[in-house]
């Protein structure tokens, strides 16, 4: 879609509201307004007479339609809220103009970003009660009732474990970047450990120095360690006793005093075996998750998986057995080949297996995956909207509660991913790094580090990269980087 820009440079807010109402399109800018055009968009921005006004015009499918909206000019001595309030009103001006072109009107409305929760949080935190911020979502952001729900159940839940946290707490992510194959809607960095097998030793030897390196910073900076999470990648796809010496010299290393929370991601349950979950349990590890998926053969097969849905049967019975405290399943709504039918199968599978926590992925096309590329025998985005129907009314009426959730971009029927648990098992790191409410400080290849100041929003990022064998060649230069951690707390801890 041609995007036309007058009275303002804010093309990120308008590409954005673009690609959630139209997510077939691309945005490509012209230099002069359309005029009777097919797939063009002007987005006009004026202040006068104390207010600030949006107008988009949209021409689509042989159709023109207009809307506006407008707000009191707002204090520009504040430049985030200024920038904030202009860009809600073009996106509300664009979003009022393209609902008259679509077939029916998007749950989300005119909300673009990630964290939908994260928004009903600082409603309630500036004093609004729970029916305006209520009232907020569904006349300022058009969400639909049963959404705009969802977002106020995750933001309770995330400002309860706020309200738990220290300032001197952070959280601890380890990037293991190896897997057994690699999934067709995959896009992150992780190497087929049976073509990279001669790498893991070698990234355990970096990871220990990475390991020592930020252990040595923490007790400098002040900072306490309240959660660990191990993701990947798979990481069980290292050995036992590659995992036990892991686990070995993260317990040696940090002062875990003050953890509350040990998550490992087993993800693969053609990774999952009784010597490696007993290594788990015998250092600590308190979640660990168990993903299927998809209970459907076939489904499976179409994602690239190399194990059946008996195999994951297997894999949960055997996480049991070796008695760690609480699991966590993940399933995708509109994988290729999956229906309706075959996502409730897949959801009552699950749910009589009784986990902890069920997350509820909507399918996302990533960049670099294979799906996006293809895009082939997916289910549409109605139907994946039937699938999260199903998973809503299913799990609440089974006791379990959302808790976090989050948005992606190129989401099937542009939904969410919800995070799902029975009471009193609400995963500590999911919500800490979904709402942002203290540091992450990530290890590991693909690990990004947000040093994170809750009170100003304020995140200073440090990145390692993404590849085994360049994470490998640059540790020393990682673990430097690292250093920064130290100021940033000393400053955080000194206010």
């Not at 409603?123 to 911020?133: K, N, R």
């Not at 788990?280 to 998926?293: E, K, T, W």
């Not at 009784?354 to 997350?359: K, R, S």
Request: charge should be negative; hydrophobic fraction near 40%; include cysteine.
């Amino acid at each position: 879609m041609k995007l036309y820009l007058q009275g303002h440079d804010y093309q990120y807010a308008v590409e954005q509201i673009m690609l959630v109402l139209f997510p077939e399109e691309r945005p490509e800018y012209a230099e002069t307004p359309f005029e009777g055009e097919e797939n063009a968009c002007r987005s006009v921005l004026t202040m006068g007479n104390g207010t600030a006004s949006a107008e988009t015009s949209i021409r689509h499918g042989g159709r023109t339609v207009c809307a506006a909206a407008q707000i009191p000019a707002p204090d520009a001595a504040d430049p985030l809220v200024y920038d904030r309030l202009l860009q809600r009103i073009l996106k509300q001006s664009f979003y009022k103009a393209a609902v008259q072109l679509l077939p029916k009107r998007p749950d989300w409305g005119a909300l673009t970003g990630i964290r939908p929760a994260k928004l009903a949080s600082r409603a309630l935190e500036e004093g609004l009660s729970e029916e305006e911020a209520r009232e907020r979502f569904l006349n300022e952001y058009f969400v639909s009732p049963q959404r705009t729900d969802l977002a106020l159940e995750a933001a309770k839940a995330g400002l309860e474990i706020k309200r738990s946290l220290r300032p001197e707490e952070l959280s601890l992510y380890i990037g293991i970047p190896f897997c057994p194959t690699r999934c067709a809607y995959c896009s992150f960095v992780s190497a087929d450990v049976q073509r990279a097998l001669k790498l893991v030793e070698p990234f355990l030897d970096a990871l220990d120095r990475e390991i020592d390196a930020v252990a040595a910073l923490l007790p400098k900076a002040g900072a306490a360690i309240r959660s660990i999470y191990i993701g990947g990648g798979t990481p069980t796809t290292l050995t036992a006793p590659q995992m036990e010496r892991l686990l070995t010299h993260i317990r040696s290393a940090f002062d875990l005093s003050r953890l509350s929370e040990f998550t490992v991601e087993a993800g693969r349950p053609d990774t999952i075996t009784a010597d490696k979950m007993e290594v788990l349990r015998r250092y600590g590890v308190d979640r660990v998750s168990v993903n299927p998926q998809s209970m459907e053969d076939e489904v499976l097969c179409a994602m690239g998986r190399a194990h059946t849905a008996e195999d994951i049967k297997t894999a949960y019975r055997i996480v049991r057995d070796s008695r760690l405290p609480a699991v966590n399943m993940d399933l995708i709504a509109g994988l290729p080949r999956d229906t309706v039918e075959g996502f409730r199968y897949t959801l009552d599978a699950v749910l009589a297996m009784d986990p902890e926590n069920i997350t509820v992925h909507t399918l996302a096309l990533k960049k670099g995956s294979r799906l996006m590329m293809e895009r082939q025998g997916l289910p549409s985005g109605e139907e994946t909207a039937r699938m999260l129907d199903y998973a809503w009314e299913t799990l609440d009426r089974g006791g379990y509660r959302p808790y976090y959730l989050y948005r992606q971009k190129y989401m099937s029927g542009a939904l969410e991913n919800i995070g799902w648990c029975k009471p009193g098992f609400e995963g500590l790191y999911n919500v800490c790094i979904m709402e942002e409410l203290h540091s992450i400080v990530a290890l590991g290849a693909g690990g990004s580090t947000k040093l994170t100041d809750p009170d100003t929003g304020k995140i200073v990022r440090i990145t390692n990269p993404k590849y085994p064998y360049e994470y490998i060649g640059r540790i020393e230069a990682i673990c430097r980087e690292k250093e920064d951690i130290v100021p940033f707390y000393r400053a955080l801890l000194s206010k």
